[in-house]
């Protein structure tokens, strides 16, 4: 009975989903800006952030790259051209994002676009985090350890998104005619991972205060992106340090530059809620996690070679 009940229930969902995919896009209404598109890039010196730049700015749009180190935003505000600004900034500074506001304010009078491609990630195991082994206790220290690391995966994938939302949002309100907002998430904010917990655990929660915020600011279009392993060095910004199990990300992950154009893609089109990517099979694995948690268990310890 209950396996003809799953039967019944992914048949249903096989063909829900799609459809309520499709009506998405379709009813999605086109943005419409009365001059060049101005848009913010934070998260710029790298990934997906840097090709968003590079692609908004051969289209013509004025562009505001902004990452924390200056020798690389001033290397791609000068690849971008004379239309582009380039600001050294940490969204997690309240007066770095309090000084990115007034210079956009001076040089644009407003903003139109935000893409949130910042962030930090995290490699190991929770208790790998205090320097336990096995099943022995974790002393006091490694249990220290353990809560300041998580303390910067915080900083990096919670504090500066909600630092950038309560600095942006007014101007945009009041100075776009669509005013939007693309949060680049993780499919790891909708479907657990061994050795991702911290930074699932945070992106899940940047998502949710992102999702909340679109419902209190109605005439914001606010998209989340949630890739799947996008290529890339996931190291470079670990707040811990190990391997990275999964399978090389450069040979089997997300290209970058076809993530930041359906980045644009989403935005232009005013499409608002999740888009997942690879859409097929990760909607029907956030699904099927709530129905069958022991098989997308499996999964995930499978894909990063985690011994059960």
Same mark, same amino acid.
């Given at each position: 009975?209950?396996?003809? /009940?799953?039967?019944?229930?992914?048949?249903?969902?096989?063909?829900?989903?799609?459809?309520?995919?499709?009506?998405?896009?379709?009813?999605?209404?086109?943005?419409?800006?009365?001059?060049?598109?101005?848009?913010?890039?934070?998260?710029?010196?790298?990934?997906?952030?840097?090709? %968003?730049?590079?692609?908004?700015?051969?289209?013509?749009?004025?562009?505001?790259?902004?990452?924390?180190?200056?020798?690389?935003?001033?290397? %791609?505000?000068?690849?971008?051209?004379?239309?582009?600004?380039?600001?050294?900034?940490?969204?997690? +500074?309240?007066?770095?994002?309090? /000084?990115?506001?007034?210079?956009?304010?001076?040089?644009?009078?407003?903003?139109?676009?935000?893409? =949130?491609?910042?962030? +930090?990630?995290?490699?190991?195991? +929770?208790?790998?985090?205090?320097?336990?082994?096995? $099943?022995?206790?974790?002393?006091?220290?490694?249990?220290?350890?353990?809560?300041?690391?998580?303390?910067?995966?915080?900083?990096?994938?919670? +504090?500066?998104?909600?630092?950038?939302?309560?600095?942006?949002?007014?101007? =945009?309100?009041?100075?776009?005619?669509?005013?939007?907002? %693309?949060?680049?998430?993780?499919?790891?904010?909708?479907?657990?991972?061994?050795?991702?917990?911290?930074?699932?655990?945070? $992106?899940?929660?940047?998502?949710?205060?992102?999702?909340?915020?679109?419902?209190?600011?109605?005439?914001?279009?606010?998209?989340?992106?949630?890739?799947?392993?996008?290529?890339?060095?996931?190291?470079?910004?670990?707040?811990?340090?190990?391997?990275?199990?999964?399978?090389?990300?450069?040979?089997?992950?997300?290209?970058?530059?076809?993530?930041?154009?359906?980045?644009?893609?989403?935005?232009?089109?005013?499409?608002?809620?999740?888009?997942?990517?690879?859409?097929?099979?990760?909607?029907?694995?956030?699904?099927?996690?709530?129905?069958?948690?022991?098989?997308?268990?499996?999964?995930?310890?499978?894909?990063?070679?985690?011994?059960?």
């Amino acid at each position: 009975m209950v396996s003809q /009940r799953l039967r019944l229930l992914g048949a249903l969902l096989a063909v829900a989903i799609p459809t309520i995919h499709l009506l998405r896009r379709i009813t999605a209404r086109r943005r419409k800006l009365t001059s060049a598109e101005r848009v913010l890039v934070l998260g710029a010196s790298s990934g997906v952030g840097h090709a %968003l730049a590079r692609q908004y700015a051969r289209r013509g749009a004025r562009v505001c790259v902004v990452a924390r180190r200056t020798d690389k935003i001033n290397a %791609l505000a000068a690849e971008c051209g004379e239309g582009c600004i380039g600001v050294a900034a940490d969204l997690t +500074v309240v007066e770095d994002m309090v /000084r990115l506001r007034e210079t956009l304010a001076r040089e644009w009078g407003g903003l139109d676009t935000i893409h =949130l491609c910042a962030g +930090v990630s995290a490699l190991q195991p +929770v208790m790998a985090l205090t320097g336990a082994e096995g $099943k022995e206790d974790a002393a006091g220290k490694g249990i220290q350890d353990a809560v300041d690391i998580a303390g910067k995966a915080v900083q990096g994938n919670f +504090v500066g998104p909600m630092v950038v939302a309560v600095t942006f949002i007014p101007m =945009l309100t009041r100075t776009s005619t669509a005013p939007a907002i %693309l949060l680049v998430s993780s499919m790891a904010a909708l479907v657990p991972a061994p050795t991702r917990a911290l930074y699932a655990a945070t $992106k899940a929660s940047s998502l949710l205060l992102y999702q909340a915020l679109a419902i209190e600011h109605r005439d914001i279009a606010f998209t989340f992106i949630l890739p799947a392993t996008i290529e890339g060095d996931f190291r470079a910004s670990a707040v811990d340090s190990g391997p990275v199990r999964e399978a090389d990300p450069n040979k089997h992950g997300l290209k970058i530059n076809y993530v930041a154009s359906q980045c644009i893609d989403a935005v232009d089109k005013g499409v608002r809620g999740s888009v997942m990517m690879p859409w097929i099979p990760y909607a029907f694995a956030h699904h099927l996690y709530y129905l069958w948690p022991s098989l997308i268990e499996h999964m995930a310890a499978r894909k990063y070679n985690f011994p059960a």
